[in-house]
C-alpha cells in the first residue's frame, strides 16, 4: 500500500487578503467629487477673441465717424458653410464685428431678423415680423458663404538622422496647409438685389505643423549591451474657426466699406500711394455721379477749413477756388476742378466731412437713441409680396417709429393719383410713434381694387414730425380720394419736399397687377 503524503494546501485567504486590501486601497485612493471638480477647471485663463483684423474693427469706427456715416439699418439671413466641412458661428461672428464697427460712430444699426420681407424672404418667426414693423425695416441685408474649403493642399515633409557608433539621431518635420475662403455680398432688403460693386471674397491658408526627434544609444554595462532611446515630439495647429473669424471681419470692412465710400483699404494697412488703393480710389470715383463727386469734395474741403460754401452737390467760384487751393498745396495741378486725382487724394488723408450732424458721441448711447435721431416709415400690404390679381382690394399697413403726422398717396395703373391718407373716414393726420395704421380702415367706406392687368401701381407716404399738411401747394388740397392734377409720384415728392422740414421720412410700395 502506497502512502501519499499532502502537499501544504495553497495560502488562498492569504492572497485574498491581499487582493482585497489592494482594492480597499484603490478605493480610498478614488477620487472625490471636489477633486473632480477642480480638475475640471481650466488652468488658462480666456482671452478675448481677437484677430490680425480687430484693429482695423475700431479703426473704420474712427474713419466713419469722421465720415459722418450712421444709422445704416442691416441684417443678415446668416453666413452658412457651403462647403460642409467647418462648421462655426459666423453670424454671431459678422455682429460682432459690425457692433465693434459702430462703438462710436454708429455707423451701422443691426436689425436681429432671422429673416425678413420682400426680397429677403418670408419673415418664419412672429415676434421678429411685428418687430420689423413696429420699428424700423433693414436697408441692406448681408449675404455670403464659406464657398472654399481645400484641405491639404500642400504637404511638406522633411526628416533625416546620423548615428556613430552605438548613438543615433533623427529628427522628422511635417506641415500640411489648408485653404479655406469666404464670399460676402451687399443686398438691398426692398427689392433683393444686390449692390453692384459692394462684394468682397478673401482666402486664408491654415497650417498644421509637427517636429519630431529621437536619439537611441547603446551602452556597455560590464558584460551586457544596454540599449535605450528617447522621444519628443510637438505639433501646432492653426484653428480653423479662428481663421474664420479672421476672414468674416476682413470682409465685414472690405464690403461695409465699400457700401459707405470710405477709404477702407487704410485699415488694412494699405497706403494711398500703392497701386491696390489707387484702383479702389477710382472704383469710388467712377460709381458716384458728378453731384456725389461735388458733394463729397464740399464736404472733405469743408473739413478742412478750405472751402466756406453750401454743401449742395453744386459747383460754384468758391468751390474751385478751394479746390485750386489744395491741388496747389499737395502736389497737384492746380486746375480748380474735380477729376480722380483730387479725389484720391482726398481719400487718402486723415480729414473730417463736414456738412452732416456728427454721429451720437461714446459707445454709451443706446440704440433707442440712433432710432429717435430719425423718422422711419414701415410699409407692408396684407400679402406676403406685392403681387395681385384684378378685382383684389388693397389694404396698407403702416407703421411710424415716433408720433408724427402722415400723408398717403395712391398711384393707379392709369397713371392717376389721389390722397388716400388722411381721409374722411380716418380724418386725423396725428399718428402715434408704433400704432398700425390700416389703408383703407376696416370701417373706412371704400375700397381700392385693382383693375387693370399688368398695370404697376404705387403708395407713397410722407411723415413729419410737424404739420406740413397747411403748407402744401393747392395742387394737393385736393379733397381725399379725388384725382390731384399730378401723375408722377416724383413730382409729388418734390412738391412736398418743398414745404417739408429735414426729418421728412418717405417710403414708396409697388404693387404689380397679374
Known sequence: MTTHTPRPAPKLTTRLSALLASAAMLAGCAASPDTVYRAAE?????????????????????MLYAYGIRDIRLTTNGIPDSTGEIQVGTRDMF????????????????????EVTSGFGPAPDRRFYDRQQSLLTPTYYVRGAITT????????????GLRVGGTG?????????????????????????????????????????????????????????????AQAARSKSEGMHT???????????????????????????????????????????????????????????????LYTGAIDGTSNAALQEAIGQYQ???????????????????????????????????????????????????????????TYKVDMPLQMRVRLNADAYLYCYYRDGAGTVARIFPNRFQPNARVSGGTLVKIPDDGAGFRI??????????????????????????????????????????????????VAPDDLAVNTSEFLIR
Do not use: H
Open 328 to 386: 496747389a498745396s499737395n502736389n497737384l495741378i492746380a486746375t480748380g476742378r474735380i477729376d480722380r486725382q483730387l479725389v484720391s487724394s482726398l481719400y487718402g488723408r486723415d480729414m473730417t466731412l463736414a456738412g452732416r450732424g456728427k454721429p451720437i458721441e461714446g459707445a454709451g448711447a443706446s440704440v433707442d437713441d440712433v432710432i429717435a435721431e430719425r423718422l422711419f416709415i414701415s410699409m407692408t400690404d396684407t400679402l406676403e409680396f406685392p
Open 149 to 160: 474649403f481645400d484641405e491639404n493642399v500642400v504637404t511638406d515633409t522633411q526628416g533625416g
Open 449 to 498: 381694387v385693382f383693375e387693370q392687368a399688368g398695370a404697376t401701381e404705387n403708395v407713397k407716404c410722407f411723415a413729419s414730425r410737424s404739420e406740413i399738411g397747411v403748407d402744401f401747394p393747392e395742387t394737393l388740397k385736393q379733397a381725399d380720394l379725388t384725382p390731384i392734377a399730378m401723375g408722377d409720384l416724383r413730382v409729388l415728392e418734390q412738391a412736398i419736399r418743398a
Open 169 to 229: 539621431a533623427g529628427v522628422n518635420f511635417d506641415a500640411t496647409s489648408s485653404v479655406v475662403g469666404l464670399d460676402m455680398n451687399v443686398g438691398e432688403v426692398k427689392t433683393g438685389l444686390i449692390v453692384p460693386g459692394v462684394a468682397s471674397s478673401n482666402r486664408i491658408a491654415v497650417t498644421r505643423r509637427s517636429l519630431a526627434g529621437d536619439v537611441s544609444f547603446d551602452v556597455e554595462i560590464g558584460s551586457e549591451l544596454v540599449g535605450g532611446f
Open 42 to 62: 481650466p488652468k488658462a485663463q480666456p482671452v478675448a477673441a481677437n484677430t490680425n483684423f480687430s484693429d482695423a474693427l475700431t479703426c473704420m469706427d474712427d
Open 95 to 114: 455682429i460682432s464685428a459690425v457692433s465693434r464697427m459702430s462703438s462710436r460712430s454708429r455707423a451701422f444699426t443691426y436689425i436681429d431678423f432671422e
Open 243 to 305: 481663421a474664420v473669424r479672421t476672414l468674416v471681419e476682413l470682409n465685414t470692412v472690405e464690403s461695409l466699406g465699400k457700401l459707405t465710400r470710405v477709404p477702407y483699404w487704410r485699415c488694412l494697412g494699405l497706403e494711398q500711394a500703392t497701386p491696390a488703393a489707387e484702383r479702389e480710389a477710382g472704383k469710388y470715383y467712377r460709381a458716384m455721379s458728378e453731384r456725389e463727386r461735388t458733394e463729397f469734395v464740399q464736404r472733405a474741403l469743408a473739413g478742412q477749413d
